[in-house]
């Protein structure tokens, strides 16, 4: 590698300092920032299965003969109504006892058999629902209301949850040859703001046939919530314009570089490859979990043979993606910026024994620092503003998958190419060529790129697109200084580490069955700038 300067040790001290600089205000401010709401995992998903097989054994019924299929699940609509109208603090005392939010999800079933069963576990290991499954002509009674409201109680007080309830609905289910009972009770005496914890029990063939506890939230919030997530949904409809917009100029670009022949296809096959490979890997180390929604009435093989042929075609698409987007953006950024090494010249073994290579790899993870600490300040005086943002579990199936840290790799893939090929390689040369200034080219794809993200229902619905978009006008400033490599460090590794989060916060790689231990885990709030 070539010989480091002064200028050179003063620019690798300046990094260093902003990476603990950047790790210390992380560190400190956190969980003021994004205060997280506690998992208790008591059991495992493989706890969880032997906890519900049991259950069903009791209930005269043997799983075993049956296939399989599970995934964690988030009672997504209640938990943000806690955290929303209670505050995090608040509706952390609930979450997990009072509100079960957070529940593993198992069914057993058989091809080609309507009957299966299915099973709610909560990570504390209690029952939070279930239900046996079967053929709405299945014979069976037709008990009267008296018949079957004795039933229900008798299943409740068997479960300890007889006490204290409010009937909420009796309503009959008439099926061609019986009749079904649906009940809803709900608890007296305990009130979540407006919020309330409720039991259903359907009773059908003379037994208890499902159960499900779950929070009910107050009608009138719904429709608030929906017609306040409808702005959420409106900004982000002007970003995606925005965003197709540039998807077509990039195309326009792309046809007139081909023509001059100024297209490194190399480079754009390794891009492509390397995508396609990342996103089969992460589908195929998923599809067991697409199990759980596999229709019986289909073949098992069939059901098989199509997801896996989905999974190529999903993979061939993703690699084509990436290969577009490199293909559009790096030639026009190698010819609006000759002075920065090219994304050819780079990753090649002479690119890699660069000082600008060792210079833009340091700064990535700078900046890497930065986002970080830049996240937090900016989130704990939003909230001191009125600012609101829901907690989140994000790629919670890692947990239940064999090799999790292949969606950690394509999550931070997939988006640092995407994301920086068309919004800073692409938009900044494209308005930097065409003469736009260099204060419109930063900051014009730096608010598309934010908006684009505010979908998210984070209130008041502009504040995720200014965090992002403010980001994105340091990281063009970046670009202008610096190049294309610390922007690709920057947005891979805060993406990877994002999506690892839950993993590294659970102390193992996968989850596994001979965990015996009782673990914690957080909800870690998605904050990543994808």
């Not at 260093?16 to 956190?30: P, Q, S, Y």
């Not at 502009?462 to 980001?471: Q, T």
Request: charged share 20%; proline share 4%; glycine share 6%.
């Amino acid at each position: 590698m070539e010989q480091l300067d002064r200028k050179d040790r003063r620019f690798i001290a300046a990094c260093l300092v902003t990476i603990l600089a950047g790790a210390a205000v992380t560190w400190a401010l956190f969980y003021r920032a994004f205060p997280e709401a506690s998992i208790e995992f008591r059991v495992n998903r493989t706890q969880a299965r032997a906890e519900a097989e049991r259950f069903l054994t009791s209930r005269g019924l043997d799983p075993t003969k049956r296939r399989f299929a599970g995934r964690f699940e988030i009672e997504e609509e209640p938990k943000v109504y806690l955290e929303k109208e209670l505050g995090l603090a608040t509706a952390g005392r609930f979450y997990g006892r009072d509100a079960k939010v957070w529940r593993w999800a198992m069914r057993w079933f058989q091809s080609g058999v309507k009957d299966e069963e299915r099973v709610e576990i909560t990570p504390l290991g209690d029952l939070a629902s279930f239900e046996l499954v079967r053929r709405d002509e299945a014979a069976g009674p037709r008990p009267a209301l008296e018949e079957a409201r004795s039933l229900s109680q008798r299943f409740l007080s068997d479960r300890d949850l007889a006490a204290d309830l409010q009937p909420i609905e009796a309503t009959p289910i008439v099926r061609p040859n019986r009749t079904d009972w649906r009940f809803v009770d709900e608890r007296k005496t305990l009130r979540m703001g407006e919020a309330t914890v409720r039991f259903e029990t359907i009773v059908s063939g003379g037994q208890v046939s499902a159960f499900r506890e779950f929070v009910h939230v107050p009608e009138s919030w719904e429709r608030s919530y929906r017609a306040l997530r409808s702005k959420n949904e409106t900004a982000n409809i002007v970003g995606n314009f925005a965003l197709i917009l540039t998807f077509l100029a990039m195309l326009a670009v792309l046809i007139a570089k081909i023509v001059r022949k100024d297209v490194r296809w190399s480079l754009v096959g390794v891009f492509g490859l390397i995508a396609f490979l990342l996103s089969l890997l992460s589908i195929i180390n998923g599809l067991p979990l697409t199990l759980y929604d596999y229709d019986t009435a289909t073949p098992f093989s069939t059901f098989v043979t199509g997801r896996l042929i989905a999974s190529v075609l999903g993979a061939i698409g993703i690699g084509a993606g990436i290969a577009l987007v490199v293909a559009c953006s790096e030639p026009i950024f190698r010819e609006r910026f000759p002075r920065y090494l090219s994304l050819s010249g780079t990753f090649t073994r002479r690119g890699l024994r660069t000082k600008s290579f060792f210079r833009g790899a340091l700064l990535g993870y700078a900046l890497t620092a930065f986002f970080f600490a830049y996240q937090v300040v900016f989130y704990v005086v939003a909230a001191r503003l009125g600012a609101w943002a829901p907690s989140e579990v994000k790629y919670d199936n890692m947990l239940s998958t064999a090799f999790p840290w292949a969606t950690v790799l394509f999550v931070g893939f997939l988006p640092a190419v995407i994301e920086e090929g068309s919004s800073r390689l692409f938009s900044v040369s494209f308005l930097d060529k065409l003469g736009a200034g260099r204060f419109i080219a930063i900051v014009l794809p730096a608010f598309i790129w934010g908006f684009n993200h505010a979908a998210y229902p984070n209130q008041p619905f502009y504040i995720r697109g200014v965090e992002v978009g403010l980001a994105g006008c340091a990281m063009g400033w970046i670009l202008y200084r610096f190049g294309a490599l610390p922007l690709l460090v920057w947005h891979f590794t805060v993406d990877a580490i994002y999506t690892a989060l839950i993993l590294l916060r659970s102390g193992t790689p996968t989850t596994s069955s001979r965990a015996r231990s009782r673990r914690s885990f957080s909800c870690c709030r998605w904050v990543s700038p994808r």
